[in-house]
């Protein structure tokens, strides 16, 4: 059984940059295609990014396509997820999930492995 690990949420301002990192507990995540999602209070999860096992394909969300990037290290076992122009709105708990299935597909199935989550805050 694999366990995902977020960091790297805090309190920033709007218009700065924030880069979330994943790694994985009991399993290399390299064996994995990963994908971020994030919650805020009252609203649905939505999915953001995925990336496949190999890094060579990745899936965005029209909304954060152009301010948010998905990549990932292989030999150091980590997914980020860089942010920039950070708004208010994007204040939210930031998940990171992973399966065995295509990037494409994180934006309409449950994945199989999900972690905690780390916030991030935006204020004005």
């Known amino acids: 059984q694999v366990r995902l690990v977020e960091s790297g949420g805090g309190e920033v301002q709007a218009g700065s940059s924030l880069r979330l990192s994943c790694v994985a507990v009991g399993r290399p995540l390299s064996d994995y295609a990963v994908a971020w999602y994030r919650q805020a209070p009252g609203k649905e999860r939505e999915f953001l990014a995925a990336i496949s096992w190999s890094g060579a394909a990745d899936h965005y969300a029209e909304s954060v396509k152009n301010r948010f990037t998905i990549s990932r290290n292989n030999s150091v076992g980590a997914v980020y997820l860089e942010m920039t122009r950070l708004k208010p709105e994007d204040t939210a708990l930031y998940l990171c999930?992973?399966?065995?299935?295509?990037?494409?597909?994180?934006?309409?199935?449950?994945?199989?492995?999900w972690g905690q989550g780390t916030q991030v805050t935006v204020s004005l």
């Open positions: 999930a992973a399966d065995y299935n295509p990037p494409v597909s994180f934006e309409v199935r449950v994945p199989d492995h």
